[in-house]
């Protein structure tokens, strides 16, 4: 049974959003052209072991190419571009290396201009058994509130992104592993955007939480 979409401020009851200091609506926050009024399924495929550019292929469930990721490159900051399925850039995913929480930057297109920034992601604190994010809209100045929440263990597949504080939740990940995708050296699964949000926003979360768990097993690994 499909579960309903559930809004942090409901349309119509005469409850709006407080200012600028999260709890954030779902809705547009890339481009009105990634939000669709029903539940779209991201079909995920990472490549595990990866010799050329671009090891996440993201395709909706009849295998249209939505979005592919280009991978790092190494400088001062380590910086992702979000492609869409012609190749034009969406979102460049910057991490700052040096900050007291792992932090990244999420600006439009192919920009790492300010004001181009879209939102700011960060870890929730240091010592984590599950991994947490916050996420800030950019126009959340104090960071006081986050706007959405991602919780879950990437080994699990198990991954919520949730609106703000509330438990209204506007993504889910689930695992598709086969015996195929494990001798291709592929990790297949898939994310449930709730209808009216944003999935090229939710992809580049996707693409974020990988990124910290990776950091986190190479961590673990050096100790």
């Known amino acids: 049974m499909e579960q309903p979409y559930v809004y942090a401020y409901p349309p119509g009851t005469g409850t709006a ?3 600028p200091q999260g709890g954030g609506i779902a809705g547009v926050i890339v481009d009105p052209r990634f939000c669709a009024p029903y539940p779209v399924d991201l079909a995920i495929v990472r490549k595990m072991m990866k010799f050329t550019d671009g090891n996440f292929v993201i395709t909706d469930v009849n295998g249209n190419l939505l979005f592919k990721v280009k991978e790092p490159v190494f400088g001062l900051h380590d910086k992702r571009i979000l492609l869409d399925g012609s190749g034009a850039p969406v979102l460049t995913l910057r991490e700052k290396m040096v900050s ?80 195929q995708s494990v001798f291709l050296g592929k990790d297949n699964f898939s994310v449930t ?13 996707v693409v974020i939480l990988d990124d910290v768990n990776r950091e986190d097993r190479a961590a673990a690994g050096s100790s």
């Open 193 to 205: 955007v709730y209808p009216n949000v944003d999935y090229a926003f939710i992809a580049s979360l």
């Open 17 to 19: 959003p407080p200012p």
């Open 100 to 179: 007291l929480h792992d932090r990244w930057q999420v600006f439009r297109g192919g920009s790492t201009e300010q004001r181009d920034l879209l939102y700011t992601v960060k870890r929730s604190s240091m010592l984590q058994f599950k991994t947490k994010l916050d996420v800030f809209l950019s126009h959340n100045k104090e960071e006081k509130r986050c706007d959405f929440r991602v919780k879950g263990s990437w080994f699990e597949r198990s991954c919520v992104v949730y609106a703000g504080e509330s438990d209204a939740i506007v993504a889910q990940m689930h695992k598709k592993h086969t015996v």
